[in-house]
């Protein structure tokens, strides 16, 4: 667990992406409580566990359609983690046999936790989906929306090669984990104990799924990245429990230590490169986390729209059209002007103080206006050029209103 933490703690990616607003971080939270939940109830055989299992489950589902990926793979490898264990550990023929008494054991201790976890299970899903009981339609559309993923996962525009994952981002970002897992992965099945092979096989299953699927964005590398911190920690643990237990001489001791050491400098090597994506070069294209970000010029367009706008009496009205469909960050930016109005690319312009648009509309835009404006370009994001036009005469009008409202009257006495 210590081994684990601390990977995920210095984890480039996770880090990156735990500082978004993205599904993906409730995915992989989620995901957690469903492998803590089923592992502590087969430890401990506490009905709290399963109800955390089967809560976990639930919300990992409503989260984002890449649940049942997720939830098929965990499922496959406890099939495996059986197989495996009982025809190789255990030698034992009549796996399917032993596989579904286990099955209704399992049941057996479960009785009436079952339909309270399916009951727990309904409840939620109806609550969200329905949007709290307002959107009934929601409940149908939660199972439809795979009919609409499907194609979006063969064919989007963000389709990778195959070894997108584990050449472009884990070999290069994440390799002090690479190098335990592969620890990890090497003692499983070594020791072919029944929590390392489940290890093993759901970060085999989940590496291999993501990256079967032509659909590919780097945020989902996290999905990726949790079996691995366990299996990491699993393999740490078992090399301490041979020394401690059996192999207290002094060769193993050599060998725990170069592994400890070597994971060590890896990680030392790796602690640069985390701090300069995610604190310097956090929305630089260098990097594979920085999927068409952002970039820096936002906050000189917004600042000129500040600096331009300040000092009026009745800068938070002022009119501002903006004709773009790509539009965010900028409503958050521009949420003081309460008369900013977002027509979309395809509305026709009109004449306001500042006019907010696409490069490409530049064309079309200036066949509409009427007034006279300077033109400032900013890069939105890698491809994304905005224009802002600024109407000067309007301020300049303005300030002089302003200006004349200020001088007192003098009055005259006879």
């Not at 639930?58 to 490898?77: A, D, Y």
Request: glycine residues 6%.
């Amino acid at each position: 667990a210590l081994t684990a933490f601390l990977l995920a703690g210095f984890s480039c990616d996770l880090l990156y992406f735990s500082r978004y607003f993205i599904h993906e971080i409730w995915v992989v939270l989620f995901t957690l409580g469903v492998y803590l939940g089923a592992t502590y109830y087969v430890d401990r055989r506490r009905p709290i566990y399963f109800y955390l299992a089967c809560l976990s489950g639930v919300l990992l589902f409503c989260t984002k359609e890449t649940s049942v990926i997720i939830l098929f793979v965990l499922l496959i490898s406890f099939d495996l983690t059986e197989l495996v264990h009982r025809l190789f550990a255990e030698k034992e023929t009549n796996f399917y046999v032993q596989y579904i008494l286990r099955v209704k054991k399992l049941i057996g201790e479960l009785k009436f936790h079952l339909l309270g976890g399916a009951v727990l299970v309904g409840l939620v899903w109806a609550t969200l989906f329905s949007s709290f009981g307002k959107n009934p339609r929601g409940l149908y559309d939660s199972f439809l929306t795979f009919a609409f993923w499907t194609g979006t996962g063969v064919e989007s525009g963000h389709n990778k090669p195959f070894f997108y994952f584990i050449n472009e981002i884990l070999f290069r970002y994440e390799s002090p984990v690479v190098f335990f897992t592969l620890l990890g992965l090497i003692l499983a099945f070594h020791l072919r104990d029944k929590k390392g092979l489940f290890l093993a096989f759901w970060t085999l299953g989940i590496i291999g799924a993501h990256s079967v699927i032509p659909y590919k964005t780097p945020w989902l590398v996290i999905n990726l990245l949790l079996p691995m911190f366990l299996l990491s920690g699993y393999g740490i643990q078992q090399m301490v429990n041979a020394w401690s237990t059996r192999f207290r001489n002094s060769s193993y001791t050599k060998l725990l230590c170069a592994v400890l050491v070597l994971g060590l400098l890896l990680s030392a090597g790796q602690l640069p490169l985390t701090w300069c994506v995610n604190y310097v070069e956090y929305d630089s294209d260098a990097h594979k986390q920085a999927y068409v970000h952002t970039g820096r010029d936002v906050f000189r367009l917004v600042n000129d729209i500040y600096d331009t706008t300040a000092g009026l009496p009745d800068e938070g009205s002022l009119p501002i059209n903006i004709y773009t469909s790509i539009q965010w960050p900028l409503p958050f930016y521009l949420m003081k002007y309460t008369k900013a109005a977002w027509w979309g690319e395809s509305s026709t312009p009109a004449d306001a103080p500042i006019i907010i648009c696409q490069d490409k509309q530049e064309t079309n835009l200036n066949k509409f206006l009427k007034n006279k404006y300077k033109v400032t370009r900013y890069t939105l994001r890698p491809g994304v050029v905005i224009l802002v036009y600024t109407d000067e005469q309007f301020f300049k009008n303005k300030r002089m209103e302003s200006l004349e409202t200020e001088i007192p009257k003098v009055e005259t006495f006879h």
